[in-house]
């Protein structure tokens, strides 16, 4: 059994199925990951023992995918993320912005927190844009061309692109800021749970709303717990 004390990154980087088991109950493993499972529950009213119970038999059932991008090339991982994760980003943001100016139009007056969903999504989706950019074109080539020369040249080589620990420090604190805007969303939509009799576009909108919180802890932690440490491991080894 998982020991209270251990941060719930760890246990997501051990068990990748207990990812699924943090996305049932809210609890965020990416970005505000670094904490106890213990803290992790109480800040989340959840009972401990039944969520280390849940993390048990999940760690039973199917394996999460995510466990091959330990030890895959970090350029296949890059190219992962940008076709599974980055597409995503791109194709749901308008999606979002859509949906938030109906609601908001329609629903705006009698739940006013809709106006402050909908700015929050819309300066997240701007930044998070801008942020997808700095990936494609500035860290992950830079990683993908690092591990290239290291493996035609071996450890210590010379060659190594300059060290990639500041453009992840950049990356990390707006990962960080994504998820801050995320968890207040969830707040003020009620863990996305619409309200009574609410409309098709309503409830459609904090489904979607939903559904992006999720691709986007899987995208963060498969950056900020596997490869941008790796990155960085590697870059260390080229001296
Ligand atoms: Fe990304
Ligand atoms: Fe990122």
Redesign the pocket.
């Known amino acids: 059994m998982t020991a209270a004390a251990t941060t719930v990154r760890d246990i997501a980087l051990e068990q990748p199925a207990s990812i699924r088991v943090f996305e049932k109950f809210g609890i965020d493993y990416c970005c505000g990951g670094r904490k106890a499972i213990a803290l992790a529950c109480q800040e989340r009213s959840l009972d401990l023992q039944t969520v280390l119970a849940a993390i048990e038999s999940a760690a039973h059932g199917e394996g999460e995918p995510a466990q091959e991008w330990a030890s895959a090339s970090l350029e296949a991982l890059c190219e992962h993320?940008?076709k599974t994760?980055?597409d995503y980003?791109r194709r749901e943001i308008p999606r979002l912005w859509l949906l938030a100016q109906k609601v908001v139009a329609r629903h705006g007056d009698t739940h006013p927190e809709l106006v402050h969903i909908q700015q929050l999504i819309r300066g997240a989706g701007e930044d998070l844009i801008q942020?997808?950019g700095k990936?494609?074109q500035i860290l992950?080539p830079s990683i993908v061309n690092m591990e290239r020369n290291l493996t035609a040249c071996g450890p210590r080589s010379l060659g190594c692109f300059g060290s990639v620990r500041n453009p992840i420090r950049v990356?990390m604190a707006e990962?960080d800021a994504a998820g801050d805007a995320l968890a207040q969303i969830r707040r003020l939509s009620h863990d996305f749970v619409p309200p009574e009799g609410a409309c098709p576009t309503y409830v459609g909108f904090y489904r979607a709303l939903a559904e992006f919180e999720q691709d986007l802890h899987r995208?963060?932690h498969?950056?900020n717990n596997i490869l941008f440490p790796r990155a960085i491991e590697m870059d260390e080894s080229c001296g």
């Open positions: 993320i940008v994760h980055h980003v942020h997808l990936e494609e992950f990356m990962h995208h963060v498969l950056e």
